[in-house]
């Protein structure tokens, strides 16, 4: 499959993804990105469990999908940089002939975008590049309608993305943008850093990002529930930590001031 030409990129001002990356312990970033990443650590130092913890329940999210609602269709947007089980991965183990379009706007995505596209013979898999604000030319864009099926259901992935769009980008109509063309049956992963159990230390990591050049809007849980999923049915255990979301019999969950991010899974009836 031919990749998208994209933008220069520019290693000189740090990312989100590539910040992402950093904290996961990866290597596709550059010395702005982990400047940056440092210096948010050193107002929130539990930031690398929340950034496992947050990788780690997309992967059960998606399994959950796979295994039990029987989805096929994936749209992950915000997917950043490619790393171990990425939602094509997960999803084509459970079963082979599951299809993903992954989008993001880092121009450093596209470059290792090869790793996001080497599906099961049985499936498909694609990029574009692109950003969560527009969301009505991602659902336009001819390899997401050549690649996914909207008469069928699809899971919709918001993964820690949400919280890169302020208020004035009018967050909830873009949602509702995305979450309106899917038909019933379809369900939106999302997750979200919330300000619920260490407020001043997700606030002082907010204004280092921002000082970075990375916006970001900081909501509560309840904020982030009303604006994901309105409308939808949320599945159990409902908008909960990354961490408490199927975590699986015996698993250590860390304190909650570890991880501050907020997640649910939920179908469109």
């Not at 949400?162 to 309106?180: G, M, R, S």
Request: contains cysteine.
């Amino acid at each position: 499959m031919e990749e998208q030409p994209g933008p220069d990129l520019d290693t000189s001002r740090p990312h989100p993804a590539r910040v992402y990356d950093y904290l996961l312990g990866g290597k596709s970033n550059f010395a702005a990105d982990r400047a940056l990443a440092e210096k948010m650590l050193g107002q929130a130092p539990d930031l690398r469990t929340a950034a496992r913890e947050n990788r780690a329940f997309l992967g059960r999210a998606v399994q959950y999908l796979a295994e039990e609602a029987g989805v096929r269709q994936f749209l992950d947007i915000g997917t950043g940089l490619p790393t171990a089980s990425n939602v094509h991965d997960v999803a084509q183990r459970v079963a082979p002939e599951s299809r993903v379009v992954y989008a993001d706007n880092d121009p450093m995505v596209l470059a290792h975008a090869r790793a996001l596209l080497t599906s099961t013979p049985e499936g498909r898999a694609a990029y574009i590049h692109a950003d969560l604000r527009d969301p009505a030319r991602i659902l336009a864009d001819p390899q997401v309608r050549e690649v996914l099926d909207f008469g069928q259901p699809v899971a919709l992935v918001l993964v820690a993305v949400l919280h890169f769009l302020l208020d004035e980008d009018k967050p909830a109509e873009i949602v509702a943008t995305l979450v309106d063309a899917l038909p019933s049956g379809s369900y939106l992963v999302a997750s979200h850093t919330a300000l619920d159990h260490a407020p001043a230390p997700v606030a002082a990591m907010e204004r280092a990002a921002q000082a970075g050049g990375i916006r970001t809007q900081q909501r509560d849980s309840g904020d982030f529930a009303r604006l994901a999923f309105p409308g939808l049915e949320l599945i159990p255990p409902g908008v909960v930590l990354v961490s408490e979301w199927r975590p699986g019999h015996g698993a250590l969950l860390p304190d909650p001031a570890e991880v501050n991010v907020y997640c649910g899974v939920a179908r469109k009836p």
